[in-house]
């Protein structure tokens, strides 16, 4: 028989906004559990250095998520290690999380799970993965030591990266296909300072090439639709990446790219008792901070959820967090 296990919240996820929501639910004194597929730190794991955090002048991404982790698990925060396969709500809105290590069950969940790298679904990007094609370079970046890289996007993320991976590669293209970016201004200037990167606009990759190993890509200019080849020995993609919001049985609203639509008082979506932190959210902005300050937010707000309900009914619940919201929130 498949166990059961009863919690207050349930935390879908271990980046910083879930380790953050661990954090708080065990200073209140909220039972919780924290379901996390593979290692705590989300995109952490995949930030080499991290400058931009208050309280560190600079510090490594996997570092942070060890002192996270251990400040969460330094108030009681529980960790389960396996994916959660589906989150179904039931009629008294009990939600059911089913993992591969059974059933936790909670009248609230918050769902802090990140998402995964969007790819660009152009000819030999599938097949040449880990033969070169890669998205993750402080992962792989020291398998490419001296050869010339490229790195696809213009966010804050391909813009990190290309800077990175100077320390492996002899040379880095970063391949963006508008004129402008939408990396921090500082990221910018620094790339473009920076003497083994070269910025290409206004390109478009037509297809990822080589025959067991990436040799060339294949480039469209958007302006003049001419053709060119870039010879490279490795590619890393930064387009984005899709929300793991795809888990709950229910429909929750969302916007065009399937991120959460959330009351920002309280973080808490269209379902009661769900609520949705960091980049899982529908928001301007996806930084540490604002999964950190997310997660603060829907913690609070679903521990004073939990405890309503467990005093009336639904209805009660919903009409004290809109007072609290409306009174100007609660002091932690």
Known sequence: MIPVNEYDIAIIGAGPAGLTAA??????????VVIEAKAPGGQL????????YPGFKSILGGDLAAVMLAQAEQF???MVYSPVNRIRVEDDGTKVIETDAGEYRAPAVIVTAGGNPRKLDVPGEVEL???GVSYCAVCDGAFFEGLELAVIGGGDAAVEEAIFLTRYASKVTLVHRREQFRAQPILLEEARNHPKIEILVNKVIVSID???????????DALSERTSRLDVGGVFIFVGFIPNTSLIDTHVDHD???YYLTDPM???TNVPGIFAAGDVRAQLTRQITTAV????????????????????????????????SADGGWVA
Do not use: C, P
């Open 256 to 258: 065009a790219g399937g």
């Open 23 to 32: 954090l708080y639910a065990g200073r209140s004194k909220i039972r919780a």
């Open 293 to 324: 300050g997310d997660a603060t937010t829907a913690t609070l707000a679903a521990s004073k959820w939990v405890e309503e309900r467990a005093r009336g009914h639904q209805d009660t619940a919903l009409q004290v967090m809109a007072e609290a």
């Open 129 to 131: 993965a880990g033969r």
């Open 45 to 52: 794991l995949n930030t080499e250095l991290i400058e931009d």
């Open 76 to 78: 009681g925060a529980e």
């Open 210 to 220: 080589g025959d067991h190993k990436v040799t060339h890509l294949q480039l469209r």
């Open 266 to 268: 309280t973080m808490m």
